[in-house]
C-alpha cells in the first residue's frame, strides 16, 4: 500500500478560476477527511466522509467548495471562482473505523496540493 | 469550542540537547490527544498519541505524557538529532467526532 495520494501536488490558477483536486485513501480506509493548512497555522478541518456520505462540513467551506467521493473511494474537492485567500496547502487523510469495540480512528495523511491564486 | 496553543518556534537546538515543546489544550469531554510531525516536503505523520489520562505515548525517543490537571501534552525528547529537524502539531479528538483541531506547529532545527 502506498498510503494515501494526492494529485495536483502543486496548482497555480488565476483568480475566478475552478480547480479540482483528488485524493486517493488507503485501500479500504471508510473514512476521508479534507483540511486547508495556510502558511504559519495548523490544519484546519473542512469536511469528511465515511464512505460515499459526508457527514459534516466546517463554516469554513463557503458554498464555493464542494466535495465528492462517489463510490466510497477516491474524492475530490472542487473550489468555484477561486479568490486569492483560497491559496493554502489542501490536506486529504483517511482513516478506518472498525466495527469492534475499539474502533481505530488513527488518520493518515496525504502529501498535500498546494494551490496559488494570482 | 476545542483549542490547541503550542509554544511558539523557531526552536533552534544543537545535536543531542533536550527537547521540550509545550502543548496545552481546551476540549469538551476528555479528548485524545496526538503529537504529528511534518518533515520538510512530506506529509504529516503520527509521531505518538495519547486516548486518556496519565497515559504516555511513545515513539522514536519521542515521550508525551496526557495532563489532565493542568491541560497539557508537551513533548520531550532526551537527546536531538539533525534529523529530527521538522514541523510538530499537537492535536486533539474529541468523543466520537473525527476531526482533528490542531495547534499552528513549531518548527524545530537541529544543527551540529
Known amino acids: 500500500d502506498t498510503g494515501v495520494s494526492q494529485d495536483p501536488r502543486h496548482k497555480i490558477t488565476k483568480r475566478g478560476q475552478n480547480v479540482t483536486f483528488r485524493c486517493d485513501p488507503i485501500?479500504?480506509?471508510?473514512?476521508l477527511y479534507w483540511y486547508r493548512q495556510t502558511l504559519g497555522q495548523g490544519p484546519e478541518f473542512l469536511t469528511y466522509f465515511q464512505n460515499e456520505a459526508q457527514l459534516e462540513k466546517s463554516r469554513l467551506l463557503s458554498d464555493r467548495f464542494s466535495a465528492e467521493r462517489p463510490k466510497g473511494s477516491f474524492s475530490t474537492l472542487e473550489i468555484q471562482r477561486t479568490e486569492q485567500g483560497d491559496s493554502a496547502m489542501y490536506l486529504c487523510a483517511s482513516s478506518l473505523v472498525s466495527s469492534g469495540r475499539n474502533p481505530s480512528y488513527e488518520q493518515y495523511f496525504g502529501p498535500g496540493t498546494r494551490l496559488t491564486v494570482t | 469550542g476545542n483549542s490547541v496553543t503550542q509554544m511558539e518556534g523557531p526552536v533552534t537546538l544543537s545535536e543531542e540537547a533536550f527537547l521540550t515543546i509545550n502543548c496545552t489544550y481546551t476540549?469538551?469531554?476528555?479528548?485524545?490527544l496526538f503529537w504529528y510531525v511534518q518533515y520538510p516536503g512530506e506529509g504529516l505523520q503520527l509521531l505518538l498519541k495519547?486516548?486518556?489520562?496519565?497515559d504516555k505515548g511513545s515513539n522514536k525517543g519521542f515521550e508525551a505524557t496526557y495532563r489532565k490537571e493542568t491541560t497539557s501534552f508537551h513533548l520531550e525528547k532526551g537527546s536531538v538529532q539533525v534529523s529530527d529537524s521538522a514541523v510538530y502539531f499537537c492535536?486533539?479528538?474529541?468523543?466520537?467526532?473525527?476531526?482533528?483541531?490542531f495547534g499552528t506547529g513549531t518548527r524545530l532545527q537541529v544543527t551540529l
Open positions: 485501500s479500504e480506509h471508510n473514512r
Open positions: 492535536a486533539l479528538r474529541t468523543g466520537t467526532a473525527s476531526k482533528l483541531t
Open positions: 476540549a469538551t469531554g476528555y479528548p485524545s
Open positions: 495519547a486516548t486518556k489520562a496519565d
